[in-house]
Every structure is written in structure tokens, then in C-alpha cells.
T-cell receptor, first 113, second 113 residues
């Protein structure tokens, strides 16, 4: 089975800190995604990547950046954390055009104080 | 602009009865639809999907119906079981362009004894 691993389950950071959320998948998937989940808003796409060093903005990229230096790893960066970035962050990967469904990690609950 | 909407935030159903979860979309370019199930503290898991060339897809207790003219899909769970209690997200994509999925806001299903 494909495994998507997010390095932290829970994080608490201070306003203004630079925050790194790491995601690693072990099945050689080309496509990787970062979503955030908020009550009443569902899952919203932040950034995605089709290949190493490739990145595309999703629906809510403001305040975030990403890095994909290796195929298996996709990092989400909060340049200067703010309280409105308190959320559940979910990483996902897929081999093709998503028609077999994404495989998600367990999520990182980030609280910015 | 929410392109995929789940208008019922929650649903309660008795064990053994049918659960019907609904989803509406506005983007006529979507041609592939998926349902995901999410338990607390876990990432969403793929449940069932349907292509726009079909109007029904069945997998065990789960059936997804698609009404393209109404831009509406529904997930039927028969019979409902307590283990089905979770948040359900519908998602949509255009397979001709990118692999990214657009998710709905989610419906929390509670199956009672």
C-alpha cells in the first residue's frame, strides 16, 4: 500500500515564525498536493506539484510556499505564520490523474498562537 | 466560489437504514467524481468514484449516482452501519487537464444504533 507520511501530528507555533510541514510518500508518485481542512469549508487546495522542482498554485496559495527537491518529498512552508493559518493540513499523492483516488497522510494539526 | 457543494453539514441515520449524501457542482468541465470518507485524526480515504459517461456505479453497500443535467451526485449507503459514521467529502476533477481534485465542504454522517 502507498504510504504518505506527515512528519508531525500536532504543531504549535508562534505568530511570525517560519513553519515547515513535511510530507513523504513511498510509491514513486509524480503528483503531490497540500490541502487544508477547515470546518464548513471542506478541503481547499494550497499548492500541488507534478514533478520534482515543479509547483503550481492551488486555490489558496497566499502566505504559503512549497518545495519539491526530491520526488518523494513535498514540503509546505508558512513564511510568517499567522493565526488564520491555524488548521488541519493534509498532504496527498497520486500516480495518475487522480482517477484512482488520492492517498492522504494522517494530517498535521497546526495551531498558531 | 465553491464549485462543489454539500449542503447538508450533518446527517443522522439509524443502523440498517439507507444513508443518502448529496453533492452539487457548478463547473460543467468536471467529468470525474469521487467520494472520500474521513475519520477523526486520519486522512481521507477513497471510497468510490464515477465517470461522467456513467450515471451509476456500485461497490458493495455503496452506490454513487450522477445526474449530469442537474449537476448533482449522491452517495447511497445500504444498509448503514455504525462504522460508517464519519465525514464524507465529494470531489470532482476534469481529467483532461490536471489531476487536482476540488472537494466539497463535507457531510458528517452519524449512524445510530
Amino acid at each position: 500500500d502507498v504510504k504518505v507520511t506527515q512528519s508531525s501530528r500536532y504543531l504549535v507555533k508562534r505568530t511570525g515564525e517560519k513553519v515547515f510541514l513535511e510530507c513523504v510518500q513511498d510509491m514513486d508518485h509524480e503528483n503531490m498536493f497540500w490541502y487544508r481542512q477547515d470546518p464548513g469549508l471542506g478541503l481547499r487546495l494550497i499548492y500541488f506539484s507534478y514533478d520534482v522542482k515543479m509547483k503550481e498554485k492551488g486555490d489558496i496559495p497566499e502566505g504559503y510556499s512549497v518545495s519539491r527537491e526530491k520526488k518523494e518529498r513535498f514540503s509546505l512552508i508558512l513564511e510568517s505564520a499567522s493565526t488564520n493559518q491555524t488548521s488541519m493540513y493534509l498532504c496527498a499523492s497520486t500516480l495518475d490523474q487522480g482517477m484512482d483516488g488520492y492517498t492522504f497522510g494522517s494530517g498535521t494539526r497546526l495551531t498558531v498562537v | 466560489d465553491q464549485q462543489v457543494k454539500q449542503n447538508s453539514p450533518s446527517l443522522s441515520v439509524q443502523e440498517g437504514r439507507i444513508s443518502i449524501l448529496n453533492c452539487d457542482y457548478t463547473n460543467s468541465m468536471f467529468d470525474y467524481f469521487l467520494w472520500y470518507k474521513k475519520y477523526p485524526a486520519e486522512g481521507p480515504t477513497f471510497l468510490i468514484s464515477i465517470s461522467s459517461i456513467k450515471d451509476k456505479n456500485e461497490d458493495g453497500r455503496f452506490t454513487v449516482f450522477l445526474n449530469k443535467s442537474a449537476k448533482h451526485l449522491s452517495l447511497h449507503i445500504v444498509p448503514s452501519q455504525p462504522g460508517d459514521s464519519a465525514v464524507y467529502f465529494c470531489a470532482a476533477t476534469n481529467t483532461g487537464t490536471a489531476s487536482k481534485l476540488t472537494f466539497g465542504t463535507g457531510t458528517r454522517l452519524q449512524v445510530t444504533l
